[in-house]
């Protein structure tokens, strides 16, 4: 069979999974990240199986591949693939929970130290010959806020219990005693927004959770860190508070739009030294790397060999 592969990093680790799936008989074509339908045209008209990347899946996509039976989805979130259009074409979709979880928690933690200590800042100045002092705060003196508590969430949370951080969070999916289990003091959005020094957002991307308003009730040094998806942060907001003193810092994995996220108002030249952005590679460490190759390629070989696959991502049809 044809398998389409369209995720940057898939069988870039240790493990050769293309090499595997060579192996198992499967042709294997690669396509751009960006998931630009007129680059995939050509590729989607004879693929059976796509591995995608954080790239759209969408209906248009899914007619321009007559012969597609899975979507394995290279990474937990399945925000950009059409599932409903998926299932009306009998298309199977699937995700790879869990595979990255230990690399964004830690990636996390990083950009909080980062953020609070000024870390990159001090970089930049020390090339530039300027030994003059950041004075940061310890993690252990403050008070960290956790917007969404699933599997990397949690994890943040275990690894800032060794710093003795508050650990506060926020899910509506959780019970309190469900958060208290797992770490943290359960917390109503305000509460959390009003007592947090740091608020790191884990939620589901498609809601913008940070806005002027948001803003406008939070202590005026707090830093926002956001490993999650771009779409939950108003990013010229984000801008305004930064420079108007409303906000400390903003740390971030990944921005609007992304790898082309060229002209963000968080990367003006004038924030620099409160702003730190990484390019959305949270999750790339080998350990993570090969998991979700691996993840991705068994839920793909279940479906086209007609099983059910071990992460299927669930639809009205298959509920």
Same mark, same amino acid.
């Given at each position: ?83 409903a259009a998926a299932a009306e074409r009998g ?17 996390? $933690? ?122 939950? $942060? ?42 730190? $952005? ?42």
């Open positions: 069979m044809t398998i389409l592969v369209t995720s940057r990093s898939f069988s870039s680790a240790s493990l050769d999974l293309v090499a595997r799936l060579v192996a198992a008989g499967h042709t294997v074509s690669m396509g751009p990240a960006d998931h630009d339908l007129e680059a995939l045209r050509l590729l989607l008209r004879n693929a059976e199986g796509w591995i995608a990347g954080t790239g759209p899946v969408t209906a248009e996509h899914l007619d321009a591949a007559p012969l597609l039976r899975v979507v394995a989805r290279y990474g937990v979130g399945f925000e950009a693939v059409d599932v298309i199977v979709i699937t995700n790879t929970p869990g595979a990255n979880s230990g690399a964004v928690a830690d990636h996390t $933690v990083g950009l909080m130290l980062a953020a609070s200590r000024g870390t990159t800042e001090g970089d930049r100045r020390v090339r530039r010959a300027d030994w003059t002092v950041i004075r940061g705060r310890e993690l252990g003196s403050l008070t960290v806020g956790i917007v969404g508590f699933g599997r990397i969430g949690q994890g943040v949370a275990r690894r800032l219990s060794g710093f003795d951080c508050r650990v506060l969070a926020h899910d509506p999916w959780m019970t309190h005693q469900q958060i208290e289990a797992a770490g943290a003091i359960p917390a109503e959005m305000a509460t959390l927004r009003e007592q947090s020094d740091i608020i790191s957002l884990h939620r589901p991307g498609g809601t913008t959770i940070v806005d002027s308003e948001w803003l406008s009730t939070v202590r005026h040094d707090l830093v926002i860190v956001n490993t999650a998806r771009p779409d939950l $942060v108003d990013e010229h907001a984000v801008a305004t508070a930064l420079r108007n003193g409303t906000l400390g810092a903003f740390a971030a994995d990944t921005l609007a739009g992304d790898t082309r996220a060229d002209t963000s108002p968080l990367l003006a030249d004038d924030l620099a030294d409160r702003v730190v $952005v990484t390019p959305h590679f949270g999750a790339q460490t080998v350990q993570a790397v090969d998991s979700m190759g691996e993840m991705a390629v068994a839920n793909l070989i279940a479906a086209l060999s007609g099983e059910i696959p071990p992460n299927l991502v669930p639809t009205k049809e298959n509920s």
